[in-house]
């Protein structure tokens, strides 16, 4: 697969790294896109030649175009398929929520996916190449307390239905991946982001909101336990990369199915009073 190349987004941890080492294993040249310098120096030390790292903020219109040029330079017209993998989570009641940090993680979660594909569609037209987008059961249901993360996962489904009929006719694939709860990073980091975003909350605020955090802070722990290999994800990507036709969505993950159906069949507000009462796992 050395004249297929990958650009993987947000790489330095969970479903990226994990794809870039399973994609290196299969022989494709992968490029892995990485916003941490520090992030970018070890990987460089790990996989040397072998991996071929970039410094990628996708939040940067300037680390895009950057990428952009070299990815041209190098690829010499092969096939190229953009993953967009960067993201970043967070929760807390939606009133405490800094606005600042809802367009941090909109920065990256929505508006740097839609700026990547822009400055490398041409390159993937030329091509018929893919775009891969990475969704999240978040897409489908959301959870009280998960506003912020869940709302840019819903963007992230509706602009991967827009893009894949517009691009249709031009024979570039659109692929999107809505993984359940994962053993990555991701989890961890949203802890932490909600509690940081408690030491900011008025007294009312508090305790109005105490219980119900610490409620949502115990049910991350028990999905962390329940979550699925990051492993699972990067095989499924490797499979739709050698599938001719692949399937629009993908669900991946524990009863992901059911929590799907759930969603969309199940009586609005017999959801919401169990979503309330029990938290989604």
């Given at each position: ?123 993937l037209r030329k091509k018929r ?96 336990n329940d979550a699925i ?53």
């Amino acid at each position: 697969m050395k004249n297929h190349h990958v650009l993987i987004t947000g790489a330095s941890t969970g479903i990226g790294l994990a794809t870039a080492e399973k994609l290196l294993v299969e022989g494709y040249s992968v490029w892995a896109g990485v916003r941490n310098p520090r992030s970018l120096d070890e990987l460089k030390k790990i996989y040397e030649d072998q991996l071929q790292v970039l410094k990628l903020d996708v939040s940067s219109e300037d680390d895009v175009n950057q990428a952009l040029q070299v990815i041209n330079l190098q690829k010499n017209g092969d096939q190229l398929t953009l993953i967009n993998n960067a993201g970043i989570s967070g929760g807390g009641p939606l009133e405490t929520i800094p606005i600042k940090t809802w367009r941090a993680l909109f920065d990256v979660n929505v508006f740097g996916l839609v700026q990547m594909t822009q400055a490398f569609l041409p390159t993937l037209r030329k091509k018929r190449g893919m775009v891969i987008n990475i969704g999240s059961i978040a897409g489908h249901l959301a959870s009280p307390y998960l506003s912020s993360y869940s709302a840019s996962k819903f963007a992230v489904r509706g602009l991967s239905d827009s893009l894949r009929r517009e691009l249709l006719p031009l024979g570039v694939k659109v692929v999107l991946v809505e993984p359940g709860p994962i053993k990555t990073p991701i989890w961890k980091k949203s802890t932490a982001s909600s509690l940081g975003d408690q030491a900011s909350m008025t007294e009312e605020q508090k305790s109005t909101y105490d219980a119900a955090i610490v409620k949502v802070l115990q049910t991350v722990e028990s999905v962390e336990n329940d979550a699925i290999p990051v492993q699972d994800v990067a095989n499924l990507i490797h499979e739709i990369l050698q599938s001719k036709n692949p399937r629009p969505y993908y669900l991946i993950g524990k009863n992901i199915h059911l929590y799907a159906w759930i969603a969309r069949l199940m009586p609005v507000r017999l959801l919401d009073k169990i979503l309330v009462k029990r938290g989604f796992k």
